[in-house]
């Protein structure tokens, strides 16, 4: 059964930075697409970026720029690299495996 588990997120002023993790097991990180939704509160959870099995990524227009997904598959793990980050950026962060695989989501939270 594969599993994923998130690390990284916290509290952070406007501007700053922060690196999310997740770490694959009972699976391989390139085997399928994966990538990052986030929800806020009292919206519908959204896609932030994706990254596919050869590599490639997509990001939403809004992070275009400043967040960066990659991967690492000597530690089976995804990041999301967020920088410049905003106070609408707030919301919990879910990596995602195609298939239907969730993380149990990590917090951020920008402050003004």
């Known amino acids: 059964q594969v599993q994923l588990v998130e690390s990284g997120g916290g509290l952070v002023q406007a501007g700053g930075s922060l690196r999310l993790s997740c770490t694959v097991s009972g699976g391989s990180v390139s085997a399928r697409t994966m990538g990052w939704h986030r929800q806020a509160p009292g919206k519908q959870r959204e896609l932030v970026a994706s990254?596919?099995?050869?590599?490639?990524?997509n990001y939403v227009e809004f992070v275009k720029g400043r967040f960066t997904i990659s991967r690492d598959n000597a530690k089976n793990t995804v990041y999301l690299q967020m920088n410049s980050l905003k106070p609408e950026d707030t919301a919990v962060y879910y990596c995602?495996?195609?298939?239907?695989?969730w993380g149990q989501g990590t917090q951020v939270t920008v402050s003004e």
């Open positions: 990254i596919t099995t050869d590599g490639g990524s």
């Open positions: 995602w495996r195609s298939g239907a695989t």
